[in-house]
């Protein structure tokens, strides 16, 4: 390989459960004509339907874990942020200056932004994209939201005693399943075009109005509640905490809606903050009996009182209440493929002829850039580790 030209490096995930891996086969091309060579950890992307072959015969090197590290840049699906327990193994590898970007939950793992500073690492939170038509290629929280709305429905779908569409045979006549999706955002809306598919009849709520011509685009009804939650979008288009009165008022009118429907998917969450609590126990207790709730925001403590993550709770009164915190990584061939594009597009605009070129004033740097020169320089990220730091 040439060593004037930038070295990236992909090392396999060693999250728990991650079967994703962060660049595939197919962006290998584009990035060397950039001036990138490419080095992955032998095996990373096997559990996604990648196998080592494939990497080598569209131009990357394979190597270990150590010689992954050795790259001027390394991009990870999950940087050690969001997997703080196996992610300590890596931070030892790092070095001043190196690159390091992936998604690392920095508003909720504030710590490993500090660990990569302490290593003066160039750290880019790829989950901080700003929502502007410019970075639109680059959101790795949209493509995996997208995952995650299609991958919840067909979850439902599995542990519904029912079948989705409208039948008619001569045994006479099956109803709809009636499903409601809590969010409007990108999960939100898969699901509801998921669950519109698969032949359901379909409702949607969000608190921000102006979801409201989406959710109908898509075929769907929009719940509208008699609140008011006045602006409910922050300035990145991401929603905001709403006051604790509003969410009270919100569970109760949720009561009513939940009683006559046979699936919830919840997809409501607010970037570094707990999920709001939107189903309480009662209104599960209100549901019908086989009546299923796939809680996406089990992660962050998830919309529904009774949501463990990553297990199963049965209701007394037979409602099921599943609570998944990976769903992309059910689906990793797709859930690769999309994320490499983001991540790919995003190195194409720091590395230029074959160098970095990263500009502290361009927008889509600003956003990402949390670490650089030994300190944290994302105010946001600072906040949350001053408030974790005092707990």
């Avoid at 409910?232 to 009561?255: I, T």
């Avoid at 609590?277 to 009774?306: F, H, K, W, Y």
């Amino acid at each position: 390989m040439d060593t004037d030209r930038i070295l990236v490096g992909v090392p396999r995930e060693t999250f728990p459960g991650e079967a994703r891996v962060a660049l595939v086969p197919a962006v290998m091309l584009q990035l060397s004509k950039a001036g990138m060579d490419v080095i992955v950890e032998a095996g990373a992307g096997a559990a996604a339907g990648f196998p080592d072959e494939t990497y080598a015969a569209h131009g990357a090197r394979i190597g270990s874990r150590e010689d992954v590290f050795e790259a001027d840049i390394v991009i990870q699906v999950r940087t050690c942020g969001m997997n703080p327990e196996k992610g300590r193994d890596d931070i030892q590898r790092f070095r001043p200056d190196q690159v390091i970007a992936g998604m690392a939950d920095p508003l909720v793992c504030p710590v490993g932004v500090q660990q990569a500073a302490d290593h003066k690492v160039i750290g880019f939170a790829l989950d901080f994209m700003p929502r502007i038509t410019r970075a639109q290629s680059m959101d790795v929280l949209s493509s995996q939201s997208t995952v995650i709305g299609y991958k919840a429905v067909l979850l439902a779908a599995d542990r519904l005693p029912k079948m989705f569409p409208m039948l008619t045979t001569a045994a006479g006549t099956v109803p709809p399943v009636q499903v409601f999706v809590i969010g409007a955002g990108v999960a939100g809306l898969q699901a509801i075009a998921t669950a519109r598919r698969l032949g359901a009849v379909v409702q949607g709520y969000d608190v921000r109005p102006a979801a409201q011509e989406d959710i109908e685009s898509l075929g769907a009804r929009c719940v509208l509640l008699p609140l008011a939650p006045g602006d409910a979008e922050d300035q990145s288009g991401y929603a905001k905490e709403l006051g604790e009165a509003f969410y009270l008022r919100q569970q109760e009118l949720m009561v009513q809606v939940l009683a006559g429907v046979d699936v919830v998917i919840s997809t409501a969450v607010i970037p570094g903050k707990k999920a709001p609590l939107l189903i309480t126990a009662e209104a599960v207790a209100g549901m019908q009996p086989g009546s299923v709730i796939v809680d996406c925001a089990a992660e962050r403590g998830g919309n529904c009182e009774l949501t463990r993550a990553n297990h199963r709770v049965v209701t007394e009164n037979g409602v099921m209440v599943l609570g998944p915190t990976n769903l992309p990584s059910q689906v990793p061939y797709e859930a690769s493929v999309m994320y490499a594009k983001n991540a790919a597009s995003f190195l194409l605009h720091i590395v230029h002829d074959g160098a970095l070129a990263i500009d502290p004033e361009d927008e889509i740097v600003k956003g990402t850039l949390v670490t650089r020169d030994g300190e944290i320089i994302n105010k946001r990220v600072l906040e949350s580790l001053a408030e974790v730091q005092h707990e």
